[in-house]
């Protein structure tokens, strides 16, 4: 009797799974859209192609969709997540190798549901939880925009390199159904025109918080923390929410030029991968950034707290930092040249007063250099003369006598990440 | 007084530890091989060698340097000993102005000490922060390719001295392959019209 009873509910749990993963097929199931030819370029109206041109600037696609050196749009760049490497597409109009069998409805539902034409999930690395948000005129541009690019013949050359269970597609499925929300953007009412139109292109198609939102263990943005700080290739994206550590607090105008030059003189360069995205930024029209600059100084609002700054007089000695940075540093960073020919105060960068070691260990090693074909900071980098202990003098003194913060921890770590990625 | 290891010499330096190291190597050690180009760490004609690795001296106070191998274009050979670095740069006269080579052939050395196999695409990307106004990229990249060579031959090593006639082909890469178009365009002009 009592066995029959055991095997009855263990049939029924049976039959719930099994409902329960009929489901989830159901949910998960896309259709492949049917192959197109590829649309002839008159089919595109000049003004549609212009703006597409423009968002793809706004959304800094070229960063990812071109491996370093390779052709543009051609794919092949690999993105490296906590959980494998993916390696971008081509997005080129290329029947065999790139998107040119794609309508524009299979462009839209990648864009929208991160699904590809064949019907596959894609991965979240390709940020369709913010382009979800693109609205229809817009991602009409984009394709027109794309689809009129030259054509690249560039196959795969490595596959994803993720482990199991993540290099089923399928299962991408059970990731939005966690944490994807369709768009498009909804306008906010208790916000004027210029705000909702900056956060439609800030959070859609410039998706700052790829980068600027911390992730959760499962590799998705923690809305409740948007904007409050996160990593990108290497480089700790600043918090640009009431956290930001900037001495000088940010406004929209300063947003406004600081995103279409790429500096500021309060406030620094643009370095590690914000420099190719105002490098990219630099193209978009001024509305555009006026807006972006509107919604961001509006999120990061008037701080909760002002930055603490310790006094000078507790600052620890630190003759060996004090000698290195005075004999290798100051002769720019505390020059009489303006940026962008001129070092920044240190103070005054948040790569000093920032959450981590990480930015300014990276820059003192690389240098700056601007990305190919575009103007923007340089410096040279210090890799092959300072040893790892004249570098670690040289942070500390730094952070604690011109940023006058408590000393950060881990810098040994951030060192030894910044010289492997060197290597490479 | 820091002591510097400069081309296998140990020399104690009277200049201040603030002092670039192109200064102490041109105004006190007479080694005058490294130029002042840019003076911000831009150009690379200061460029020297630091434990191997390409240095902008410039930019370099000494006192970074102490226990340190530095070594200059004057540490590649002599003049009647050529290095192969050397020798690659007179056989092809990449030299036009001449103020970019020295930076141009220690970056170049070290890239072929730790991979005297590079592609050309490798020492192009690893030449690409020193510049040259005169444009005899061409010619500097076929040195570099004719060095490499050199040091990959059948007497394998950075400071391979054997004689190569000028007149060997290197390899049958792109670059080479300008190296012959040149090659044919000078005899073409140096044919007597008929």
Redesign the interface.
Same mark, same amino acid.
Not at chain 1, 382 to 387: E, H, Q, R
């Given at each position: 009797m009592k066995t029959f009873v055991t095997r009855r509910l263990v049939v029924r749990l049976l039959w719930v799974l099994g409902a329960l993963l009929f489901g989830f097929v159901v949910y998960a199931w896309r259709s492949p859209i049917p192959p197109v030819d590829p649309p002839a370029a008159e089919s595109f109206d000049a003004a549609s192609i212009q703006r597409g041109a423009q968002l793809a600037a706004l959304g800094d696609c070229v960063t990812c969709h071109s491996a370093p =050196?390779g052709e543009t749009f051609g794919g092949g760049r690999e993105v490296v997540t906590p959980f494998g490497t993916i390696y971008s597409t081509n997005i080129t109009p290329d029947p065999a190798t790139g998107i040119g069998r794609w309508s524009q409805a299979a462009f839209q539902r990648a864009m929208r549901e991160g699904v590809n034409r064949e019907g596959d999930h894609l991965y979240p690395a390709f940020p369709y939880d913010h382009y979800t948000l693109i609205n229809d005129a817009d991602s009409a541009a984009l394709y027109a925009f794309i689809m009129t690019r030259q054509p690249i013949q560039a196959r795969r050359t490595h596959e994803n390199d993720l482990s199991f269970p993540l290099n089923i597609r399928f299962l991408i499925a059970g990731w939005k159904l966690l944490f994807f929300r369709a768009g498009p953007y909804q306008q906010d009412s208790t916000h004027d025109a210029e705000w909702n139109r900056g956060a439609y292109l800030a959070n859609g198609i410039g998706h700052c918080g790829a980068c600027h939102t911390p992730r959760n263990n499962l590799g998705a943005e923690v809305a409740s923390r948007h904007f409050a700080g996160g990593e990108a290739d290497g480089w700790h994206a600043y918090a640009i929410n009431a956290d930001s550590k900037s001495l000088e607090e940010w406004n929209a105008e300063d947003l406004h030029m600081y995103l279409s030059k790429g500096w500021h003189d309060r406030h620094g360069d643009a370095h590690g991968p914000m420099a190719a995205v105002a490098a990219n930024l630099s193209s978009v029209p001024d509305a555009d950034l006026k807006a972006i600059a509107t919604y961001v100084a509006a999120v990061m609002g008037k701080r909760a707290l002002p930055l603490e700054k310790r006094a000078l007089e507790s600052t620890s000695s630190n003759d060996t930092g004090a000698? $290195?940075y005075?004999? *290798?540093c100051a002769s720019?960073h505390d020059g009489t040249r303006p940026l962008p020919f001129g070092g920044v105060k240190l103070m005054l960068s948040t790569a000093v007063t920032g959450e981590n070691a990480t930015n300014l260990v990276n820059v003192i090693l690389e =240098?700056l250099h601007p990305p190919e074909g575009t103007t923007g900071a $340089?410096?040279?980098g210090? !890799? !092959? *003369?300072? *040893?790892d202990g004249?570098l670690e003098s040289l942070v500390a003194y730094i952070r604690s006598n011109l940023g006058a913060q408590p000393p950060w921890t881990g810098v040994e770590n951030s060192v030894r990440e910044a010289r492997s990625r060197l290597r490479d | 007084m820091i002591e510097l290891r400069v081309n296998g010499q140990s020399h104690n330096v009277s200049a201040d530890p603030d002092t670039p190291l192109l200064y102490v190597l041109r105004d006190e050690l007479q080694l005058n091989a490294a130029k002042f180009g840019c003076g911000l760490g831009q150009c690379g004609s200061c460029t020297v060698l630091v434990d191997g690795a390409p240095t902008l001296s410039c930019v370099t106070p000494i006192m970074l340097l102490e226990g340190r191998q530095i070594t200059t274009v004057e540490g590649l050979g002599t003049r009647e000993e050529p290095g192969p670095m050397q020798r690659a740069f007179i056989e092809e006269q990449s030299a036009q102005c001449g103020y970019c080579i020295p930076g141009m052939m220690m970056r170049a050395q070290a890239l072929l000490q730790r991979n005297p196999r590079a592609t050309d695409a490798e020492i192009r990307a690893y030449l690409e922060p020193n510049l040259c106004r005169c444009g005899t990229h061409m010619r500097i990249l076929r040195a570099v390719k004719r060095a490499a060579s050199m040091m990959t031959g059948p007497d394998a090593s950075p400071t391979t001295r054997t004689p190569v006639p000028a007149s060997t082909e290197v390899g049958t890469s792109e670059i080479d392959s300008d190296a012959q178009r040149d090659r044919r365009h000078s005899e073409k002009r140096e044919r007597p019209e008929r």
């Open positions: =050196g000698a $290195i005075a004999a *290798t720019c =240098g $340089i410096m040279p210090f !890799s !092959s *003369t300072l *040893t004249q | -």
